[in-house]
């Protein structure tokens, strides 16, 4: 049975140099212009994606290592993706844009009127995804780092505040009547009085309520305390788990229970299973690339170990391959399971080169090990995680063109004629069209 799935596109080096260091994208796009991120996104909206979510880390990280972050620009440099909202707002009329926001960043009356005027000036087009990344911490303040489910607490408290002054006004308390010359009734505003365990504000907020609706929530987090957050909060919940049967039922399923939980309806919330398909012209030209990143070449595990060293803070690149990874080099600051993503189940004895190599290799589509393919191949994916009864996936990918363009150019046409991609939008906004269908 097919039917509609939703579509985002996740842009995974944020508002960051695009296509730096792959020889094949040096187009001289400008990154720190806007003109790039414009092109992306008018291409996404002409394909029908619902939304495009803007990654972000404001921080480059542990103060020794800053140097493995930007040397190939893996970790940055990069802006702040909310303030490029606005140029894609204008480049677009329907596509919802999502800036990836932390709660540390902000404070609640200050987020709050900001993302309100984003509301309004985009035509209730406004989505947040609101991460809960610690290690930003000391840009914010000289308090402590929060640990993992604290920080979580924090987002929650934020984001009660947000809404509460994002509805301090009550329905009937604009009244725009040129008769009376009245414009609002100041005794419809409600004074929001805020003491919270990590903000302390009044309202009410200065600025209109929405007529369609609040921004779309996005959150990425999958452990417990995430589920809880997304639960409580979310308009859509970014997955990351296989996607065989029982997985995508079953991380469905804990969603829809913790939305449940909190007195909400499973349908409120819209789960995108993250992919990073390749696209190929031909099966055979899919089965050769395949093949190819089995046996990968020096230079290719390099280029993998550089951004292993950016994410994971710790230079790998001056390691012999052929060595087992003595883990004892990863600081405190490096995450557990970040090493034991990298390790896999091939343990501390490996060489290096077993875990670069196992990282290199792709899979195909059409056996479910991997997101190589055809479009068609693609579109069978899509259409059976809609059998399974999810609600669509989040493409992820950098957004320079050539990288838009090889993935969807033959991918759009097979996706409609199979009718699991949108022909039209609807009016009202990003929450209109999560829940046209
Ligand atoms: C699809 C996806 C997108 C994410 N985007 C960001 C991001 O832009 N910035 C960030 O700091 N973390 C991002 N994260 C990481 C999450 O915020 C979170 O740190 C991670 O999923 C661990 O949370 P958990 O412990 O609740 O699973 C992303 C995660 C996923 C799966």
């Known amino acids: 049975m097919t039917r509609l799935q939703h579509f985002g596109w996740f842009l995974a080096r944020g508002f960051g140099p695009q296509g730096w260091g792959q020889p094949a994208l040096d187009w001289d796009y400008d990154w720190t212009r806007p003109e790039v991120y414009r092109e992306g996104a008018r291409l996404l909206e002409h394909a029908g994606f619902d939304l495009v979510i803007i990654e972000d880390a404001p921080s480059l990280g542990s103060p020794s290592t800053i140097d493995l972050r930007v040397r190939h620009a893996f970790g940055g440099p990069k802006h702040d993706p909310l303030l490029l909202a606005p140029s894609l ?238 883990i004892s080099i990863f600081g405190d600051h490096v995450s557990r399971g970040s090493i034991q993503r990298l390790l896999g189940d091939r343990g501390e004895t490996a060489p290096l080169r077993a875990h670069l190599t196992a990282l290199a290799r792709m899979g195909r589509i059409s056996d479910r090990t991997g997101f190589v393919g055809t479009a068609e191949e693609f579109a069978d994916m899509v259409e059976e995680l809609g059998d399974w009864g999810n609600d669509g996936v989040l493409l992820w990918g950098d957004f320079h063109p050539v990288t838009l363009h090889r993935t969807l150019d033959e991918l759009v046409p097979v996706l409609r004629r199979r009718g699991l991609l949108r022909r039209e939008y609807v009016d009202g906004g990003l929450h209109a069209n999560l829940h046209a269908f």
């Open 89 to 326: 707002f204008d480049a677009t009329s329907h596509l919802g844009v999502v800036p990836t926001v932390n709660p540390a960043a902000y404070l609640p009356y200050t987020a709050a009127r900001q993302f309100a005027t984003l509301q309004h000036l985009s035509g209730h087009r406004l989505g947040l995804n609101v991460v809960t990344d610690t290690g930003s911490a000391r840009h914010f303040s000289d308090a402590p780092p929060l640990g993992h489910d604290a920080a979580y607490d924090r987002a929650e408290e934020w984001l009660a505040g947000v809404r509460a002054l994002w509805h301090s006004w009550e329905d009937d308390a604009l009244i725009a009547d040129s008769a009376t010359g009245v414009y609002a009734a100041g005794s419809k505003l409600r004074p929001v009085r805020h003491r919270g365990t990590h903000y302390s504000f009044d309202g009410p907020l200065n600025a209109l309520p929405f007529s369609d609706g609040d921004p779309a929530i996005v959150s990425p987090g999958g452990s417990p305390r995430g589920l809880a957050f997304a639960g409580t909060n979310s308009d859509v919940q970014l997955a990351l788990a296989p996607l065989n049967e029982a997985s995508v039922r079953d991380y469905r399923a804990k969603v829809h229970a913790a939305a449940v939980a909190r007195g909400r309806h499973p349908d409120e919330i819209k789960v995108l299973f993250a992919v990073q398909p390749v696209i190929t012209p031909s099966a055979e030209e899919a089965d050769r690339i395949v093949a190819s990143s089995a046996r990968p070449d020096d230079s290719a595990l390099v280029q993998i170990a550089r951004k292993q060293s950016s994410d994971l803070e710790t230079d790998l690149t001056s390691l012999d391959l052929d060595r087992p990874l003595d």
